[in-house]
Antibody, heavy 115, light 107 residues
């Protein structure tokens, strides 16, 4: 069974940085592309980043390009999202998701950006 | 970027009804569309992949169809456990994009 467990949730001030992690189990992590997707309170889903299985390519939504960095450590079955220059509009539930087409989702972690 | 437009944004239905919701892409995405169900307080769950393939364990009352720019999710016999927000997602190009969702509620 696919399991994706995000961590790193919290409250941060605008302009600060934060790093999320997602530990994967139940599948061969190094074989799959991985995503970060977010959902602002009472809003829809927004895809924000994808990394290839071997980290050879990374793609970002325009809303986070240049501020967020997706990375992975296949030896630790872990996906990361480094978030810099955080804004209030980055407040959301952040989900990691397995796959480049057929997504399996974690339970999500809440990131709140507020002064 | 490919814009995915879902309609209606919300709908009320009754148990036993046939429900149809639409997802339109702003450009040709082939069959590179999935449908996801999100119940209140939960993370999304995949229902349909590659436009028309039902995931293992998904009841056969859920059917996806379409290709190119027009996609449909149909629930043939609405059940009490089906109220949720349903999202389409295109994975034909980057950035990936979701539709705005269709909120399905019981009368």
């Amino acid at each position: 069974e696919v399991q994706l467990v995000e961590s790193g949730e919290g409250l941060v001030q605008p302009g600060s940085s934060m790093k999320l992690s997602c530990v994967a189990s139940g599948f061969t992590f190094s074989n799959y592309g991985m995503n970060w997707i977010r959902q602002a309170p009472k809003k829809g889903l927004e895809w924000i980043a994808l990394i290839y299985y071997d980290s050879s390519s990374k793609y970002y939504a325009d809303s986070v390009k240049g501020r967020f960095t997706i990375s992975r450590d296949n030896s630790k079955n872990t996906l990361y999202l480094e978030m810099n220059s955080l804004r209030s509009e980055d407040t959301a539930m952040y989900y990691c998701a397995k796959g480049s087409s057929k997504l399996d989702w974690g339970q999500g972690v809440m990131v709140t950006v507020s002064s | 970027n490919t814009v995915m437009t879902q309609s209606p944004t919300s709908m009320f239905t009754s148990v036993g009804d046939r429900v149809t919701m639409s997802c339109k892409a702003s450009q040709n995405v082939g069959i590179n569309v999935g449908w996801y169900q999100q119940k209140t307080g939960q993370s999304p769950k995949r229902l349909i992949y590659w436009a028309s393939n039902r995931d293992t364990g998904v009841p056969d009352r859920f059917t996806g169809s379409g290709s190119g720019t027009d996609f449909t999710l149909t629930i043939s016999n609405m059940q009490a456990e089906d109220p949720a927000i349903y999202y389409c997602l295109q994975h034909n190009s980057y950035p990936r994009t979701f539709g705005g969702g269709t909120k399905l509620e019981l009368k």
